[in-house]
Nanobody
Framework: QVQLVESGGGLVQAGGSLRLSCAAS????????MGWYRQAPGKQREFVAR???????DYADLVKGRFTISRDNAKNTVYLQMNSLKPEDTAVYYC????????????????WGQGTLVTVSS
Protein backbone atom coordinates (compact mmCIF):
# COMPACT_ATOMS: atom_id res chain seq x y z
CA GLN A 1 0.00 0.00 0.00
CA VAL A 2 2.99 2.28 0.52
CA GLN A 3 6.08 2.40 -1.65
CA LEU A 4 9.31 4.19 -0.80
CA VAL A 5 11.89 5.17 -3.38
CA GLU A 6 15.32 6.24 -2.17
CA SER A 7 17.87 8.08 -4.24
CA GLY A 8 21.03 10.14 -3.92
CA GLY A 9 23.62 7.62 -2.81
CA GLY A 10 26.97 7.24 -4.50
CA LEU A 11 30.72 7.55 -4.20
CA VAL A 12 32.21 10.69 -2.72
CA GLN A 13 35.60 11.71 -1.36
CA ALA A 14 36.10 12.44 2.30
CA GLY A 15 34.97 15.96 3.10
CA GLY A 16 32.38 15.92 0.35
CA SER A 17 28.60 16.07 0.46
CA LEU A 18 25.62 14.04 -0.65
CA ARG A 19 21.88 14.52 -0.38
CA LEU A 20 19.64 11.51 0.05
CA SER A 21 15.93 11.53 -0.77
CA CYS A 22 13.14 9.14 0.13
CA ALA A 23 9.77 9.63 -1.54
CA ALA A 24 6.65 7.83 -0.39
CA SER A 25 3.62 7.02 -2.50
CA UNK A 26 0.45 5.00 -2.16
CA UNK A 27 -2.65 5.18 -0.01
CA UNK A 28 -1.17 7.67 2.42
CA UNK A 29 -3.37 9.57 4.82
CA UNK A 30 -0.52 11.09 6.82
CA UNK A 31 3.11 10.51 7.71
CA UNK A 32 4.30 10.81 11.27
CA UNK A 33 7.98 10.44 12.04
CA MET A 34 10.41 10.12 9.15
CA GLY A 35 13.90 8.84 9.77
CA TRP A 36 17.16 7.58 8.38
CA TYR A 37 19.19 4.57 9.50
CA ARG A 38 22.36 3.06 8.14
CA GLN A 39 24.12 -0.27 8.10
CA ALA A 40 27.83 -0.58 7.50
CA PRO A 41 29.38 -3.86 6.33
CA GLY A 42 29.53 -6.34 9.18
CA LYS A 43 27.65 -4.05 11.56
CA GLN A 44 24.12 -3.72 12.84
CA ARG A 45 21.72 -1.14 11.49
CA GLU A 46 21.97 2.09 13.46
CA PHE A 47 19.92 5.24 13.89
CA VAL A 48 21.09 8.34 12.04
CA ALA A 49 18.37 11.00 12.26
CA ARG A 50 14.61 11.51 12.56
CA UNK A 51 12.12 14.30 12.09
CA UNK A 52 8.62 14.41 13.53
CA UNK A 53 5.49 15.64 11.82
CA UNK A 54 5.92 18.85 13.78
CA UNK A 55 9.45 19.37 12.51
CA UNK A 56 11.40 18.39 15.62
CA UNK A 57 14.67 16.67 14.80
CA ASP A 58 16.98 14.24 16.52
CA TYR A 59 20.45 13.07 15.46
CA ALA A 60 22.92 10.40 16.38
CA ASP A 61 25.95 11.89 18.08
CA LEU A 62 28.23 10.68 15.27
CA VAL A 63 26.48 12.86 12.69
CA LYS A 64 25.47 15.93 14.70
CA GLY A 65 26.63 19.12 13.07
CA ARG A 66 27.33 17.38 9.75
CA PHE A 67 23.98 15.90 8.68
CA THR A 68 20.64 17.68 8.37
CA ILE A 69 17.28 15.97 8.03
CA SER A 70 14.31 17.74 6.49
CA ARG A 71 10.94 16.89 5.02
CA ASP A 72 8.55 18.14 2.37
CA ASN A 73 5.07 17.11 3.44
CA ALA A 74 3.50 18.13 0.15
CA LYS A 75 5.77 15.65 -1.63
CA ASN A 76 5.78 12.98 1.11
CA THR A 77 9.54 13.14 0.96
CA VAL A 78 12.31 13.15 3.53
CA TYR A 79 15.84 14.33 2.83
CA LEU A 80 19.21 13.81 4.46
CA GLN A 81 21.85 16.38 3.64
CA MET A 82 25.24 14.93 4.50
CA ASN A 83 28.24 17.25 4.69
CA SER A 84 31.84 16.73 5.76
CA LEU A 85 31.53 13.06 5.00
CA LYS A 86 34.01 10.64 6.51
CA PRO A 87 35.05 7.13 5.43
CA GLU A 88 33.26 5.77 8.51
CA ASP A 89 29.99 7.12 7.10
CA THR A 90 30.19 4.45 4.41
CA ALA A 91 27.04 2.35 4.68
CA VAL A 92 23.72 1.48 3.12
CA TYR A 93 21.27 4.18 4.20
CA TYR A 94 17.62 3.30 4.77
CA CYS A 95 14.67 5.61 5.26
CA UNK A 96 11.99 4.64 7.76
CA UNK A 97 8.54 6.18 7.85
CA UNK A 98 5.60 5.91 10.19
CA UNK A 99 2.62 6.07 7.83
CA UNK A 100 -1.11 6.16 8.40
CA UNK A 101 -2.70 4.54 5.38
CA UNK A 102 -6.27 5.03 4.26
CA UNK A 103 -8.62 2.39 3.01
CA UNK A 104 -11.62 0.63 4.46
CA UNK A 105 -10.03 1.62 7.77
CA UNK A 106 -7.02 3.62 8.81
CA UNK A 107 -3.93 1.67 9.77
CA UNK A 108 -0.48 2.62 11.02
CA UNK A 109 2.46 1.07 9.18
CA UNK A 110 6.19 1.30 9.69
CA UNK A 111 7.78 1.21 6.25
CA TRP A 112 11.41 0.83 5.20
CA GLY A 113 13.06 1.95 1.99
CA GLN A 114 15.16 -0.36 -0.17
CA GLY A 115 18.42 1.28 0.86
CA THR A 116 20.92 3.40 -1.00
CA LEU A 117 24.67 2.88 -0.81
CA VAL A 118 26.93 5.70 0.29
CA THR A 119 30.66 5.14 -0.13
CA VAL A 120 33.15 7.68 1.20
CA SER A 121 36.72 7.28 0.03
CA SER A 122 39.71 8.54 2.00
Amino acid sequence: QVQLVESGGGLVQAGGSLRLSCAASGSIFSINTMGWYRQAPGKQREFVARITSGGSTDYADLVKGRFTISRDNAKNTVYLQMNSLKPEDTAVYYCNLGVVVSGTQYRYLEVWGQGTLVTVSS
